[in-house]
């Protein structure tokens, strides 16, 4: 069966710091990936999304970049971390056939201080 | 444009009670829908989905889905709300565009269940 892993579980940065988000999927071969924000009392933002390896779409511009480095790892990462940056961040597969469900991780909480 | 709202940001029912959540969306051409329930500081769980064929959907923990193209719905039911169904709930579109499986979601809905 498939699994998909975040982490850190829970992150507390300073503003102006990097930040590394790592997202890994298993048992499964070349899923579709998503970076999700969710903010306080809001819905789901999708970030990023990426259909293969170097393959990136970015849905908003930001502080923010994704990268995909190998077939099932899919990093967020910033240089420069802002207060708005805090929230929850789901990562997210889905096969990669088309008009399919994802499959959520368990999320990251992020704290910018 | 296409669009996914979900009426009331918090619902709140008796346990036992019936459990409604709205869902609609806004596209001409009927879409995959589903919904999705995360509880506090966790992912998002799949409950159940639409795709082609019977309008009315079951899925996990007893709750159901109709798809009503005619008022372009997507309603979260459950007969008798338990204390565990407490958590918030999201609507979540595929339209037919793009690549990948994109997923519009709505600001979700919150379920309180008391006793």
């Known amino acids: 069966s498939q699994t998909i892993h975040q982490w850190p579980a829970t992150l507390v940065q300073p503003v102006g710091s990097p930040l590394s988000l790592e997202c890994t999927v298993e048992g499964t071969s070349n899923p579709n990936l998503y970076w999700y924000r969710q903010a306080a009392g809001r819905g789901l933002q999708l970030l990023f999304y990426s259909v293969g390896i170097g393959q990136i779409s970015s849905e908003v511009p930001q502080n923010l970049s994704a990268s995909r480095p190998q077939d099932r790892q899919f990093i967020l990462s910033s240089k420069k971390l802002l207060l708005s940056d805090s929230g929850f961040y789901l990562c997210?597969?889905?096969?990669?056939?088309?008009?399919?469900?994802?499959?959520f991780g368990p999320g990251t909480r992020l704290t910018v201080t | 444009a296409q669009s996914v709202t979900q009426l009331g940001s918090h619902v709140s029912v008796s346990e036992g009670a019936l459990v409604l959540l709205r869902c609609n969306y806004s596209s001409s051409v009927p879409p995959y829908l589903f919904w999705y329930v995360q509880y506090p500081n966790q992912g998002l769980q799949l409950l159940l989905k639409y795709t082609t064929g019977a309008t009315l959907v079951k899925g996990i923990n007893g709750f159901e889905a109709e798809f009503k193209k005619s008022e372009t719905s997507f309603h979260l039911t459950k007969p008798s709300a338990h204390m565990s169904d407490a958590a918030e709930y999201f609507c979540a579109v595929k339209f037919y565009t793009g690549t990948a499986s994109k997923l519009t979601f709505g600001t979700g809905t919150r379920l309180q269940v008391t006793l």
């Open positions: 997210a597969w889905s096969p990669p056939i088309a008009r399919n469900e994802q499959y």
